[in-house]
């Protein structure tokens, strides 16, 4: 599969067949996929950050802070926010008795995320963000992440 596929298949979450989908998608694709939502995220910030620092005549510290320290940040946040989303699939994953293990679940917290994501970008490239927004988002999150989990089988006893 290819990143565009890859995009596609994470667009028609929670569909079962894309659920099951998910497991296809090979290790670069993937890894592209998560650097891909990363910069989307970065992107209004990044931006932002640049022009405030170029209007006040630092050069030097934008070129450092924006295209070396911001995107390391991004990324290194974005990893561990998906671990704990993907921590949170494990306490769904137990209420609802479904057979998942971390990694898969951890694949399906950064599919899950997609949404969000482009729903948070464009909100905040036109707006300001605040809590509700932000708790809405996370509600949209839970939605879809929950809805793949309860694709898969219960356990057998």
């Known amino acids: 599969m290819s990143i565009v596929t890859t995009f596609k298949v994470s667009l028609s979450l929670p569909k079962k067949k894309a659920v099951y989908q998910i497991n296809r998608i090979k290790t670069k694709d993937y890894l592209l996929y998560i650097l891909l939502m990363h910069f989307v995220i970065a992107l209004p910030n990044?931006?932002?950050m640049a022009s405030e620092f170029i209007a006040k005549g630092d050069i030097d510290k934008t070129f450092l802070l924006v295209f070396t320290l911001y995107p390391l940040l991004v990324i290194l946040t974005g990893i561990t926010s998906i671990s704990v989303l993907a921590t949170t699939g494990?306490?769904?994953r137990t209420v609802s008795k479904r057979k998942l293990v971390y990694q898969l679940l951890w694949k399906m917290a950064m599919y899950a995320c997609t949404y969000p994501v482009l729903l948070y970008t464009t909100i905040n490239l036109f707006y300001k963000t605040n809590s509700m927004i932000h708790l809405i988002l996370v509600m949209l999150f839970l939605y879809i992440f929950?809805?793949?989990i309860l694709a898969y089988?219960?356990?057998k006893r």
């Open 90 to 92: 494990l306490l769904i």
């Open 153 to 155: 089988p219960k356990k």
């Open 146 to 148: 929950t809805k793949m």
């Open 46 to 48: 990044g931006i932002q």
